[in-house]
């Protein structure tokens, strides 16, 4: 399958090929209304088609990039061979194959999506977040979880109780000790409700926009999440400070032991005596004392981290070091005591460089859903769309009251099947559209089995508004609409031409023969010599080279013996080709007298030997000798034969008018 890159170059290269001039019939413009550029047989092309061509990588609001009058004949003319050729691939029903529809709709999928609301939306919610990313903050939370099979009475109490203690942290009282005390997240018995400094994209969606609202020292309004209601008090914001690569030894320690702790102070304190000795290597004492497995053996190399990646009394230490090579004090962690050096920093990476990952990150959380909620509601608004409730509400109670495999009956015996259930630009959907939507195999619904019947219906009505977007861009959108026009026509092209010019020329050998036997002047050599060529890549070998050749005759095992004399010892001493080459085209052997049997040149500071064998006149290149050369002009000549058949098969209409305009418009004066 052709990447979008492929379909590109044909359309430059190959859309615009050779062909033989034609004679064309100019027709009258007709008044008030839009008249085609050409009429191909019966398909009218308009200019702006022609004008989108020309404008790819030009503008011709700058004099500059105007064309000339002799470039805009040919491009027109190449043009016109272009939809010829495209006019064919439909005739033959190359539209019509499974092959391009396939290959037609991914195209289409992918070069649609920068025109979608979605993609608007989406590069703003990327944007939010990169921008985000450029400080960190600091913040602890209290979370306030619902019971099991939670009521709405329990809900209720659950943010009353989130709503008392932003209270009474507004009042005075210690916000941690509140965490402490009354948290349900688990670590706020030991870290007193402090979540320590991150960024953009490390907290669920409602929770980070709570967050970032927020002024150092203020308390948010309780926030709901999966978890349950948290309330937020901000503590600190900073410019983030990028990324990190650290080294680290660790010594392990087992639990409260005190024996054991003690143990392993004493030692992780000799290590860093150790190292500060001027000959210490630190990656030998890694190996030698780390206790951490996966590293020690790499010099307790650690893979780059950002604030809010590690746990915070490894961070706050790490981000402290300021030099490359700096090395900590021994720090204490749940995992022990840890010795820490620092390899590397760097900022925060561009958008350009961090957008996939952003994307990615955001295509799989909460962002998601919301991005796709605001979709829906402005399809909505911008076609006309119109719900009928009721008779929505009643298709639901059938799929809620009765085994799936019983609903399309009841609905035929209800007479709904061809009511109006919505309405999109005016266009009816009915139940029975609906019907068919679900049992059709094209969509994958993950719907909650206490509601079947919601999940398939918010998808039909996405689909359908995602296919009435389209097709307003396909009537609306003058850039879409040639885009997508242009990768089509790329498709049926390529085709055409795989099928009637490129592979029949690779597969048809006697056509390959037949047209190098029409054509032998085209396949001759020119004088040529049969020589050894050496390029010397070591100065100090030129010598011993030089002695070596100076009294050779060119032979057969010559270049045996230069190896085996100079490369085995020295392979980059020289390198060599032998052969036969053609002397006028060669940039060693057209500076050289071929009389004399050796020849030393230098040529742009490199210097050549050669070893001059017998030599050759113009004559016939083999069939062998030269069949890529046939095969490739065999394919200019199929095509130029294809184009040649075509323009006596199809009528030719150029409206001259439409043309001057064009004309008018990219040529400079």
Not at 35 to 56: D, H, R
Not at 391 to 410: H, M, S, Y
Not at 535 to 545: D, F, L, N, W, Y
Not at 575 to 598: A, C, M, Q, Y
Request: proline letters at 4%; charged letters at 30%; a negative charge.
């Amino acid at each position: 399958m052709m990447n979008s890159n492929q379909i590109k170059l044909l359309l430059l290269a190959l859309v615009f090929s050779c062909s033989p001039k034609s004679t064309v019939k100019t027709v009258e413009e007709e008044p008030d209304i839009q008249s085609p550029l050409v009429t191909i047989g019966n398909e009218e092309i308009f200019a702006e088609e022609f004008l989108y061509m020309l404008s790819k990588n030009r503008n011709f609001n700058s004099p500059d990039e105007k064309l000339s009058a002799e470039e805009f004949d040919e491009n027109f003319r190449l043009f016109v061979n272009y939809k010829l050729k495209v006019k064919e691939a439909e005739n033959l029903g190359l539209d019509k194959t499974d092959e391009f529809y396939q290959e037609y709709e991914v195209f289409k999928e992918d070069l649609t999506q920068p025109f979608l609301i979605k993609n608007t939306l989406q590069e703003g919610e990327l944007m939010k977040a990169y921008n985000r990313m450029k400080e960190v903050i600091k913040a602890s939370h209290i979370l306030l979880q619902f019971p099991p099979n939670a009521s709405q009475a329990d809900t209720i109490s659950v943010l009353r109780m989130a709503q008392k203690f932003k209270s009474d942290a507004e009042s005075g009282a210690d916000f941690n000790e509140l965490a402490f005390e009354h948290s349900d997240d688990p670590s706020a018995k030991d870290n007193r409700g402090s979540l320590g400094y991150f960024s953009a994209l490390q907290m669920v969606s409602p929770f980070e926009d709570a967050a970032f609202g927020l002024e150092i020292g203020q308390i948010s309004d309780p926030v709901l999440t999966n978890f349950g209601y948290h309330v937020i008090r901000l503590e600190d914001r900073k410019p983030n400070p990028g990324e990190i690569r650290v080294s680290h030894i660790l010594v392990r320690t087992q639990g409260n032991d005190p024996v054991s702790e003690e143990r392993s102070l004493r030692k992780v304190g000799e290590i860093y005596a150790e190292i500060q000795k001027p000959e210490s290597i630190w990656e030998e004492i890694c190996q030698l004392y780390s206790e951490d497995p996966g590293t020690k053996s790499s010099g307790g190399s650690l893979p780059w981290i950002g604030l809010g990646a590690v746990i915070p009394e490894f961070e706050r230490v790490a981000f402290a070091l300021s030099e490359e090579g700096e090395i900590s004090p021994p720090v204490r962690t749940p995992y022990g005591y840890h010795i820490i050096r620092l390899e590397e920093k760097k900022p925060l990476d561009s958008y350009e460089e961090m957008e996939p990952m952003i994307k990615s990150r955001i295509l799989r959380d909460s962002r998601s859903s919301l991005i796709q909620s605001q979709v829906v509601a402005m399809q909505k608004s911008r076609y006309g769309f119109e719900e009928n409730e009721k008779l929505a509400a009643d298709i639901e109670g059938i799929f809620a009251k009765n085994q799936r495999k019983d609903v399309p009956d009841i609905i035929l015996e209800r007479n709904l099947i061809d009511s109006v259930l919505l309405r999109i630009d005016d266009h009816p959907k009915t139940v029975g559209d609906l019907l068919d939507f679900m049992n059709s195999d094209k969509q994958v619904i993950r719907s909650n089995p206490q509601n079947y019947f919601a999940g398939w219906y918010d998808k039909f009505i996405e689909v359908n508004l995602h296919e009435a977007e389209i097709q307003d861009l396909s009537t609306n959108n003058d850039e879409y609409r040639l885009l997508i026009q242009e990768y089509r026509d790329g498709i049926l092209l390529f085709s055409l031409m795989n099928d009637q010019v490129w592979q029949k020329a690779i597969e048809d050998s006697l056509g390959q023969v037949k047209f190098y036997e029409e054509n032998q002047d085209r396949y001759q050599w020119k004088n040529r010599v049969q020589a050894i060529i050496l390029t010397m890549g070591k100065e100090e070998s030129i010598p011993a080279v030089r002695r070596f050749l100076s009294d050779k005759k060119y032979m057969s095992n010559l270049a045996d013996r230069l190896e085996n004399t100079f490369l085995l010892d020295s392979p980059l001493a020289f390198t060599f080709t032998d052969g036969i080459f053609e002397v006028e085209s060669h940039p060693v052997l057209n500076r050289i007298d071929l009389n004399k049997t050796f020849r030393e040149i230098k040529i742009d500071n490199k210097t050549h030997f050669v070893v001059v064998g017998e030599k050759l006149g113009p004559g016939p290149k083999k069939f062998e000798e030269t069949r890529g050369k046939v095969i490739q002009d065999y394919q200019e000549y199929l095509d130029q034969k294809l184009i040649a058949t075509l323009k006596e098969n199809y009528i030719i209409q150029v409206n001259e008018d439409e043309k001057q305009k064009i004309f008018d418009v990219t040529v400079s004066k």
